[in-house]
């Protein structure tokens, strides 16, 4: 590895939601001098504007074949050290990662993921199988999450690291 890890996050979210917004306390405060963030975006619109202030690479690619080509050529000119993704959505775009040995971390948020509105249990549990095997590294955000994914045919052990509080918000206003 270079001098700086070079991360690549998956967002595929067209709205801000909690996981979003966690993510955005975390790359606000990751050292930027250890590591280098690309976002890519699967959409333009509110979620890559919410991003946009932290002063790193966004890519937005909303054609799918087209983002595949894309991960596969960073990859091999060796610009990706590390993948991060927090959806079944990003699938695909883990299996190209993995298939080239890139680390991948996967950051379960929700109890209630969109999968669980559009597939059946057992579609369910092999994506969480899927997740599973693709996944150098678990992480959750809580212990009911942890035990959802557990339960759903997590093997390995999944961290719980929870969620951040944005302590700018509580900052105490200088007086003038």
Known sequence: ??????????????????AEVVLHILLSRLDKMKFK?????????KTSEYFSDLGMECIVIEDTSRRLQFIKKVVLKGKIDMGYFYSFLNLREAIVMKSFK?????????????ANKICSFRQRKQIFRAIDCLADQVITCSKAV?????????YRQAKTIYNGIDTRRFLLKKKV
């Open 1 to 18: 590895m270079r001098g700086k890890c070079n991360i690549l996050f998956l967002i595929q979210s067209d709205f801000v939601g909690g």
């Open 37 to 45: 963030c690309i976002l890519l975006f699967y959409k333009k619109g």
């Open 102 to 114: 890139i680390p991948l971390v996967f950051h379960g948020h929700n109890l209630y993921t969109p």
């Open 146 to 154: 942890k035990q959802q994914f557990k339960g759903m045919a997590f």
